[in-house]
DNA sequence: TTTATGAATCGACAGATGTTTATTACTAAT
DNA sequence: ATTAGTAATAAACATCTGTCGATTCATAAA
């Protein structure tokens, strides 16, 4: 406990990222089966082909693995999308899109609020979108832009959670558009 | 496992009540003195002089508990400040300033993303109060009132939880008012 | 007061967690 | 090719988890 995480970079050991790559992929495959809360490090580690204790190596429990995961796939469906920040609104709302989408495909669809780390870990990632966006927009002095990035991306996650989570969807672009109108006065001011 | 939670209300039995209030007692004793990741049921059994499978007679796990604890305690504050809805402007900051100040004042400030249940829970809370603010107001039909108090109430606790891991923060009043800023047009529209 | 209900206790259980130590095997240098 | 560094393995550990069956005790009713 209270071990940090050694960085997913900064490595180029051939065995460390075979072990993590490995690791992730077999969360993967035992998701498809099972709840993650019924997934034990064990089960992880012989479904990568891996001794326990290596899983301790490189995280320090399986929430840390399951965040690690869910960080590389998100930003993975999101580059695959290759979202250009020329049009903000339209930026935006493929973000959106791209929340929605990862959390109707993503493995493991929790009900209870406490049981999140899975899906919550994409925040960041959405965060880090919205502050490169604001970057290049050049906000205008004396606002937080890092402030509005934290705020649209849990603003975005929660109003995708709440989508996901509705029995009868309506289509996840629909929904983009939705959220398109409700977040961008946070980012680009209630003008406009 | 897969256990649900007997809801808090609904029982007029002492002992249960008593049993549940001790525990929530004990759990906030330990939270002075130690990290949540490092508390046992056996410790918070022991705290509240319960045995251990009584615990498990009311929470199926301690993060149930921490939850259950966490929606009583900042219901409790919110209650004390006795907001009126009579201007919705107001009454968002002073809900913005209620998760500050819990956040502040909350045992345990985890800055790992992934073990939030304790803080988290509270997101509901809000959203229920965005939700009966905006049936007061009267919204325009077509717009869904369920998502804008959906999306606020993240967007809030989002921005919250950020001021609360700054490290040099500004005042909490301060904060929740530039948080009522981003997120009124949230629920009340792009104008005004 | 007696009684039926069910809350609380106790002991025990198999399995999981996170850590440690020692050993082996691989990698990237010299 | 040798070697220093370190990743991976293996076995063992104390502790924690969630559950179960049997028993005792408190409560609200008759």
């Known amino acids: 406990m209270a071990q940090l995480l050694q960085p997913e970079t900064g490595t180029t050991d051939p065995r460390i990222l075979r072990s ?10 035992l998701l498809i089966k099972k709840e993650f809360e019924d997934i034990s490090v064990q089960e992880i580690a012989d ?19 399951l965040q690690a995961m869910t960080g590389v796939r998100f930003r993975d469906l999101i580059e695959r999308r290759a979202i250009t920040f020329t049009d903000c609104h339209g930026a935006l709302r493929s973000i959106a899109l791209g929340v929605c989408d990862y959390l109707a495909e993503s493995t493991g669809c929790p009900t209870q609020l406490a049981r999140m780390p899975p899906q919550i870990s994409i925040i960041p990632v959405v965060e880090d979108m919205f502050k490169e966006g604001l970057a290049l927009h050049g906000t205008a002095p004396g606002v937080d832009a890092a402030l509005m990035a934290t705020t649209a991306a849990w603003a975005v996650f ?19 558009a939705k959220i398109e109108i409700m977040v961008s006065p946070v980012l680009f001011g209630a003008s406009q």
Request: charged share 25%.
């Open 20 to 29: 993590r790559r490995m690791l992730m992929d077999a969360l993967a495959i």
């Open 158 to 176: 929660g109003a995708a959670r709440r989508w996901f989570q509705t029995p009868n969807r309506i289509p996840a672009e629909e929904m983009a």
């Open 47 to 65: 479904e990568a082909t891996l001794n326990r204790a290596t899983f301790y190596l490189h995280y320090p429990d399986k929430n840390a693995l």
